[in-house]
């Protein structure tokens, strides 16, 4: 078990460039979640899957926004066409299948530190 | 909509102080609550995990409280280290629709423990 894995660590990109982000899941975690966390703020929700499934997309997903997870293992997040206020920690984490909500744990992973100019 | 508040937002103490984080909720339909530690940077590491139907969790120097019906959470660090220091953030797990669940997190508090 290694972890959640999350690549780049950082990323610094010019406004109106695209970019993709990469998570890797802790093996056989069949839920992934990504976040968004902005300074002096806690994570913010902005999507979850089910193996490969993408089953709920927050409002602060905009359409500039599109995650994947193929095969139901590792996730990309990409944000088009970048905008200052894009500027975050992109928070990735998974967690295994359990039997009742009440008992699901959330493993999250470093981050990836955007920063648009 | 669920607000996690907490109480204090930034908090510095002497080393080898017991202390008390404070964590309110406004919904109190929820699944489970868990505290999480933030460094500098890095991402959250899971510390306590307490289910709806529980009161309370303890890990090391680590104990943490859930009262439900009053929406509330206590952290309580026993004989504080340096560290102890980061963020602490709070979390709910809530229902977001059908049968999918979120975590809703509070801005967290910032602990420094000085040597």
């Known amino acids: 078990d290694t972890g959640v894995s999350q690549n780049p660590r950082h990323k610094i990109t010019k406004r109106g460039q695209n970019v993709t982000f990469r998570c890797d899941p802790i093996s056989e975690h069949n839920r992934l979640y990504w976040y968004r966390q902005t300074l002096g703020q806690g994570p913010e929700f902005l999507t979850y899957f089910q193996n490969e499934a993408q089953l709920e997309k927050s409002r602060l997903l905009s359409d500039r926004f599109s995650a994947e997870r193929p095969k139901g293992s590792f996730s990309t997040l990409e944000i088009q066409r970048t905008e200052q206020g894009d500027s975050a920690m992109y928070l990735c984490a998974s967690s295994p299948r359990t039997l009742g909500g009440s008992n699901e744990k959330l493993f999250f992973g470093s981050g990836t530190q955007l920063s648009v100019l | 909509k669920q607000e996690v508040t907490q109480i204090p937002a930034a908090l510095s103490v002497p080393e080898g102080e017991n202390l008390v984080l404070n964590c309110s909720f406004t919904d109190s339909a929820i699944y489970n609550l868990q505290w999480f530690r933030q460094d500098p940077g890095k991402g959250l590491t899971s510390l306590l995990l307490?289910?709806?139907?529980?009161r309370e969790q303890t890990s090391g120097r680590l104990n943490a409280s859930l009262d439900k019906s009053s929406g509330r959470s206590t952290l309580y660090i026993a004989a504080s280290q340096p560290g102890d220091s980061a963020t602490y953030l709070c979390?709910?797990?809530?229902?977001?629709?059908?049968?999918?669940?979120?975590?809703?997190f509070g801005k967290g508090t910032l602990l420094t423990v000085n040597p």
């Open positions: 307490i289910q709806s139907s529980q």
């Open positions: 979390a709910v797990k809530v229902r977001s629709g059908g049968s999918n669940y979120k975590l809703t």
